[in-house]
């Protein structure tokens, strides 16, 4: 499952498919975390964190001791800006071997980063080289007429920052919240999930369970 844990990113990329930026953008409240941490313990081992950029997060540190406490794999990417987060996740990574791995994305859109950040990155073998020839056309990319690919931004389930639960990163279906959800397991493909829009049950009565 991913999380995503903020829509506000400290790089402004060109390609960016969720159009995040450092201007603007909503963090994930304590909450709303620990009940994604509740529904993730149901269905999943593993939870990715995301953003926006996940460091950019003020309770990020918190977040990834508590989602290792509870028992959860944790991955997650990042652009690598915040020297300071980026060391502390390598001593996270060496303390928590085989639980916790952090990968960085690197292409051409994205900004030079610390030098001995990257150099960690490469030495770790953990970075994740973008193309331009393979650039998904949501978001960013597709207004800025950069987008080469019609597919998913995000193919596993999906919690945004106010706890609703989305049955992929298009954001298109939503399931439910983190107060409860109604898994599909027998779609064919992302663009025909909004098929299945009849056969969930209305969000109004997610948002009417987590107020009760």
Same mark, same amino acid.
């Given at each position: 499952?991913?999380?995503?844990? =903020?829509?506000?990113? $400290?790089?402004?990329?060109?390609?960016?498919? +969720?159009?995040?930026? %450092? @201007?603007?953008? *909503?963090?994930? @409240?304590?909450? =709303?975390? =620990?009940?994604?941490?509740?529904?993730?313990? &149901?269905?999943? #081992?593993?939870? =990715? !964190? &995301? &953003?926006?950029?996940?460091?950019?997060?003020?309770? !990020?540190?918190?977040?990834?001791?508590?989602?290792?406490?509870?028992? !959860? $794999?944790?991955?997650?990417?990042? $652009? &690598?800006? *915040? *020297?300071?987060?980026?060391?502390?996740?390598?001593?996270?990574?060496?303390?928590?071997?085989?639980?916790?791995?952090?990968? +960085?994305?690197? @292409?051409? !859109?994205?900004?030079?980063?610390?030098?001995?950040?990257?150099?960690?990155?490469?030495?770790?073998?953990?970075?994740?080289?973008?193309?331009?020839?393979?650039?998904?056309?949501?978001?960013?990319?597709? *207004?800025?007429?950069?987008?080469?690919?019609?597919?998913?931004?995000?193919?596993?389930?999906?919690?945004? %920052?106010?706890?609703?639960?989305?049955?992929?990163?298009?954001?298109?279906?939503?399931?439910?919240?983190?107060?409860?959800? #109604?898994?599909?397991? @027998?779609?064919?493909?992302?663009?025909?999930?909004?098929?299945?829009?009849?056969?969930?049950?209305?969000?109004?009565?997610?948002?009417?369970?987590?107020?009760?």
């Amino acid at each position: 499952m991913y999380l995503q844990l =903020t829509t506000r990113c $400290n790089m402004r990329c060109d390609h960016c498919g +969720l159009n995040c930026s %450092p @201007d603007k953008g *909503k963090h994930m @409240d304590d909450w =709303t975390f =620990t009940k994604a941490l509740e529904l993730c313990s &149901g269905y999943s #081992e593993t939870i =990715t !964190f &995301g &953003g926006g950029e996940p460091t950019c997060h003020p309770r !990020f540190k918190d977040y990834v001791q508590r989602a290792l406490d509870y028992g !959860f $794999n944790v991955w997650m990417a990042t $652009n &690598g800006k *915040k *020297k300071t987060s980026m060391w502390w996740l390598f001593d996270q990574i060496d303390l928590n071997e085989g639980k916790l791995s952090v990968d +960085l994305s690197l @292409d051409s !859109f994205h900004e030079r980063i610390d030098p001995d950040v990257r150099a960690e990155f490469v030495r770790r073998k953990r970075c994740r080289y973008g193309s331009d020839a393979n650039v998904l056309n949501v978001g960013r990319a597709k *207004k800025n007429g950069i987008g080469t690919m019609d597919d998913c931004i995000c193919e596993t389930t999906f919690i945004d %920052p106010d706890g609703k639960v989305w049955q992929c990163g298009c954001q298109k279906v939503q399931i439910g919240t983190v107060w409860g959800v #109604e898994f599909l397991d @027998d779609y064919a493909s992302c663009s025909e999930k909004a098929d299945y829009n009849q056969r969930l049950l209305p969000a109004s009565d997610y948002e009417l369970q987590a107020s009760l």
